[in-house]
């Protein structure tokens, strides 16, 4: 593995705060309500959502180009669900929402996605861990 960049965040609670070592970023975080919450700031399965669709978005670009085909209006929602585990764990999973141009959506949008998941690095970190189930839009 040949690291090309290192991201840096510092998170205080759940109910606390995080922010980047250079400063773009830092949020106020809080439970959303329906863990019991107020709601007043960010939670951890939204920035895992945001970095998630993020990712892909940017990976989906990559791999348009190599394809040749135009995805340069294609938009990616990512759904992430908190969920129960027995013993008291917990664990995510994920809903990708592709919104893709009208062109791509045949066998050729399908093998964009399968690809981009492929190449995108949360996937390939997520792969084996927890559901990702990919939809087109």
């Known amino acids: ?3 090309i960049y290192t991201a840096v965040a510092t998170s205080i609670g759940r109910d606390g705060r995080s922010f980047t070592d250079d400063g773009v970023l830092d949020l106020t975080l809080a439970r ?5 919450g107020d709601g007043q700031g960010t939670n951890p399965e939204q920035l895992f959502a ?3 669709s ?7 670009q990559l791999v ?3 394809m040749g085909v135009d995805a340069s209006e294609a ?3 990512a759904e992430v ?9 917990f664990g995510l999973s994920v809903v990708l929402r592709a919104e893709l141009p009208e062109e791509l959506h045949n066998e ?10 492929q190449v995108c690095p949360y996937s390939n970190a997520t792969r084996g861990n927890i559901e990702v189930e990919i939809v087109v839009e």
């Not at 050729?108 to 690809?115: M, P, R, S, T």
Request: aromatic residues 4%; charged residues 20%.
């Open 1 to 3: 593995m040949k690291p």
């Open 54 to 60: 993020a990712c892909f978005a940017s990976a989906m």
């Open 81 to 89: 669900t908190l969920n129960a585990l027995d013993g008291g764990r």
């Open 75 to 77: 938009s990616v929602t």
């Open 32 to 36: 959303p309500a329906a863990l019991g």
């Open 108 to 117: 050729k949008g399908q093998e964009l996605l399968e690809a981009t998941h």
């Open 64 to 66: 348009a180009k190599r």
């Open 50 to 52: 945001a970095g998630y």
